[in-house]
């Protein structure tokens, strides 16, 4: 065996270490309390993983995950990137020190100084951003252009740990058009779901438009430069058997992605979805070494407020109610690491490219079976 062989095997052994020791968990098999937190792509872990995406019922406890940061109305103008920590694993759940986290990819200032770029490149599975704090009811406004490109998807979401989910979902080349989703639990309702689209009066990849939700408790709007598109009402989604509203209600992370959906891993109707195949020899890619879409400025603005006092500094889970559904509350314990626990085993990065599709696969193979 040659010295770069062994040396070859040797870091490919080391690199899938994590993968090996890394267990999984669900809502059948919990995280034991040596390794207490389960994080957002399923594995059991200390450190980052009790931050944000926790996902506190596949924890050892449901208080196992840090608190979610609490919300703070604020508005970020990507032109300035002293709030945003560029390396996730860095991030030791200080809020004040951070609004946003990079948690994949990279970005890269706009050349036209207007904003910020998330880029993805052939090699890795695009760039996502999150907020540090979360929203629990209130307005998020995205300032933004969309990717334009075939197979490349830009998504601007809010996420709880729990996978409550709102989306506006930029498909591949189609710039004259954007798709609404909401999720409860992970769970899509299709039928009131499947064809969400709308119109949209100018390019959106060339323009910068408000994309806004307005997500209250009784009601969420998405709005286009205020104009609303699409409402749905809480007391719309009660399930058949009247036992669950199925509606977003829990804390959640705004987050804006762009990621890979016409690749040879994705599923047929994923890459459909997305407009087919991306072409890595676009003139675009060749030129810039990404594709991209440009982000100028997220506005937050907080509901919900009157359950706080000058100690709360966030949310935590406390379980189901009777209904299935999280109980979540306000808390004043720290949402920081403790000194000396920020390192971790590194998230696999398969683990990672699963996720900026999964819930869109799910979506899509559940229209299939309609
Ligand atoms: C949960 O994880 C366990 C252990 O990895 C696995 O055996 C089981 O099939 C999983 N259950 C679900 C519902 O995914
Ligand atoms: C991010 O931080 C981690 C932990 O400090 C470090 O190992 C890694 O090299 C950093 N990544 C980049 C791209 O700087
Ligand atoms: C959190 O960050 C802020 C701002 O950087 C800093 O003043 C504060 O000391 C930090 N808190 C802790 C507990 O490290
Ligand atoms: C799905 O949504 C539709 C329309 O909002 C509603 O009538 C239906 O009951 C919902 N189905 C389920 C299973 O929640
Ligand atoms: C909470 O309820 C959901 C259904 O809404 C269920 O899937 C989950 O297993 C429950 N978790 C706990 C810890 O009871
Ligand atoms: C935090 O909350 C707990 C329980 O509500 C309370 O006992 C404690 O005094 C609070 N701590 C502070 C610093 O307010």
């Known amino acids: 065996m040659t010295r770069s062989t062994f040396l070859f095997l040797a870091t490919t052994l080391i690199s899938l270490l994590p993968l090996i020791s890394a267990q999984t968990c669900n809502s059948t098999s919990l995280c034991p309390a040596s390794a207490p937190c389960c994080s957002e792509y399923g594995y059991c872990g200390s450190g980052s993983y009790c931050l944000g995406g926790c996902e506190p019922l596949y924890s050892f406890k449901s208080t196992s995950c840090r608190p979610n940061p609490i919300c703070q109305s604020q508005q970020t103008y990507f032109t300035d990137l002293s709030k945003v920590q560029m390396n996730g694993t860095k991030y030791d759940g200080n809020a004040t020190a951070y609004d946003w986290v990079v948690n994949t990819g990279t970005l890269v200032p706009s050349p036209a100084g207007d904003g910020v770029r998330l880029t993805l490149k052939e090699s890795d599975q695009g760039t996502k951003i999150s907020s540090t704090r979360y929203i629990h009811y209130g307005s998020i406004d995205f300032v933004l252009e969309s990717s334009k490109w075939n197979g490349v998807v830009t998504a ?40 969400a689209s709308s119109d949209i009066s100018s390019d959106s990849s060339s323009n910068f438009l408000t994309y806004t939700f307005d997500w209250q408790e009784d009601y969420l709007n998405w709005m286009i430069d205020g104009q609303v598109v699409r409402t749905v009402l809480k007391s719309d989604t009660l399930s058949a058997d009247g036992s669950q509203y199925k509606y977003p209600s829990t804390p959640s992370r705004v987050q804006l992605s762009i990621w890979p959906a016409g690749i040879s891993s994705s599923a047929q109707g994923t890459i459909d979805w997305a407009g087919g195949m991306i072409d890595w020899s676009d003139p675009d890619y060749v030129a810039n070494g990404y594709f991209w879409n440009t982000l100028q400025s997220i506005k937050i603005s907080c509901a919900n407020e009157n359950d706080q006092t000058s100690t709360t500094t966030g949310w935590s889970y406390q379980g189901n109610d009777t209904a299935g559904i999280p ?7 720290s949402t920081l690491l403790s000194k000396g626990d920020i390192s971790n ?24 079976v309609l």
């Open 345 to 368: 085993i590194p998230l696999p990065t398969s683990a990672i490219s699963a996720l900026t599709g999964t819930l869109i696969v799910i979506f899509l193979s559940g229209l299939a």
């Open 156 to 195: 601007a979401i809010t996420m709880s740990d729990v996978k409550d989910e709102i989306d506006w979902e930029f498909p591949g080349s189609t710039t004259n058009k954007v798709q609404t989703n909401y999720w409860f639990l992970g769970v899509a309702n299709y039928s009131a779901t499947q064809g």
């Open 327 to 333: 109980i979540v509350d306000v808390t004043n314990a």
